[in-house]
């Protein structure tokens, strides 16, 4: 399946139905009065996160979105009908924009959210309705109001509990590939990640999803290489797995490198936690894993675990790892704080 993760779509809600103008004419019956009905309302434009879905692509095929309008309203006291609104189904993570691409219209983080983007024009007031002591036989109605349109964009950030960064064949896509279902393709050039891949990850019996992004190199923040857009898909995550390849020269600058790519990009992922692992230890000598940890240690100032993808040789203390922080802030989520509490008892 094809990845897309920005669209720009048209929208627009529906038009309200006319009021209608209509008096009861019946043989023997004086007087029968207005009874014009009201208009229907137009449809709304509901965006809704659903389960199933991890790509905008369908609406690389389909960009408008047009709810119904209302219909007139009737003699004989009828109510137009409501127009049938109009749904974008969406990935979890989706969120919505203006189109400047900046104003956030709404934010689906979870399926079963929805947002109402565009609402349906009220449909007009038929005659029956402006009857009065004064004026038994109103001879006007409202017309239904017009529905909005408007182009917006959808931006999809996956929803990962960590993401994998680093530099170009530091072996990312060969962790993912080893430690879940997904099939990441796997190559020795720079750059065999397109865009982002999710797995699900089995951690003694509990689960999380982990991301893997494309390599990112110096000037990323610039559009060199793949550029950073990418990274908008591990700023949701609560940790970062930050690996770097113990074979591609000195790995404390390599570190180094994309450490400032993440500054570069802001969002918060330079704060984010980071666990740090040296790899491709199967294909080094002792003598160059103590010395690249070491290289490690200076930049990072913490020591990486080490791990060979390949190999799976620390691999699940990696996990573990990683596990530990991703716990530690569901709970944080979960458990209201005592003030919380004070205000509920
Ligand atoms: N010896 C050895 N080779 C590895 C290991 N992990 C990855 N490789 C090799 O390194 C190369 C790059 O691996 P990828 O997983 O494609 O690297 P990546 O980080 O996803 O690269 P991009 O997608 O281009 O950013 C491949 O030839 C892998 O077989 C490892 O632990 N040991
Ligand atoms: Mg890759």
Not at 1 to 22: H, I, P, T
Not at 99 to 106: C, M
Not at 154 to 177: E, M, Q
Not at 257 to 276: F, N, Q
Request: aromatic content about 6%; charged content about 25%.
């Amino acid at each position: 399946m094809k990845f897309l993760d920005e669209a720009k779509v048209y929208v627009r809600s529906g038009d309200g139905g006319n009021g209608c103008v209509s008096f009861r004419r019946e043989k023997f019956i004086e007087f029968g009065g207005p009874n014009g009905g009201d208009g229907g309302k137009g449809g709304d434009v509901i965006a809704m996160a659903v389960d199933g879905l991890n790509t905008l692509i369908d609406y690389r095929y389909q960009q408008h979105f047009t709810a119904q309008n209302g219909r007139a309203g009737m003699g004989k006291d009828r109510h137009g009908a409501n127009g049938v609104d109009a749904v974008l189904k969406v990935p979890a993570g989706t969120q919505i924009y203006e189109e400047d691409g900046e104003t956030l219209l709404a934010d689906l983080a979870e399926a079963g959210q929805r947002a109402v983007l565009a609402r349906g024009g009220n449909g007009g007031f038929g005659n029956a309705h402006f009857k009065s002591s004064t004026n038994r036989a109103p001879r006007h109605a409202n017309p239904g109001q017009p529905g909005a349109e408007f182009t917006i964009r959808l931006r999809l950030k996956l929803i990962a509990d960590a993401g994998i960064v680093g530099s170009p064949n530091a072996g990312k896509s060969t962790l993912l590939a080893a430690v879940s279902a997904a099939k990441p393709k796997i190559a020795d050039y720079p750059f065999t990640t397109l865009h982002p891949q999710l797995g699900v990850v089995d951690v003694d019996g509990r689960e999380f999803a982990l991301a893997d992004i494309p390599g990112l190199i110096e000037g990323a923040h610039d559009g060199v290489g793949l550029g950073d857009r990418f990274l908008g898909h591990v700023e949701r995550c609560r940790v970062l797995l930050h690996l770097v390849d113990g074979t591609g020269g000195d790995a404390g600058a390599a570190y180094q490198t994309v450490r400032t790519e993440l500054s570069a990009y802001g969002h918060g992922l330079a704060e984010k936690p980071e666990i740090l692992a040296l790899n491709k230890a199967d294909a080094m000598t002792e003598d160059a894993i103590k010395e690249q940890v070491a290289l490690l240690k200076r930049a990072a100032k913490k020591p990486p675990l080490v791990v060979s993808a390949v190999s799976g040789m620390g691999v699940p203390d990696v996990l573990r790892a990683l596990f530990k922080v991703i716990e530690q802030a569901r709970r944080a989520a979960a458990v209201p704080s005592a003030a919380d509490a004070a205000w509920h008892p």
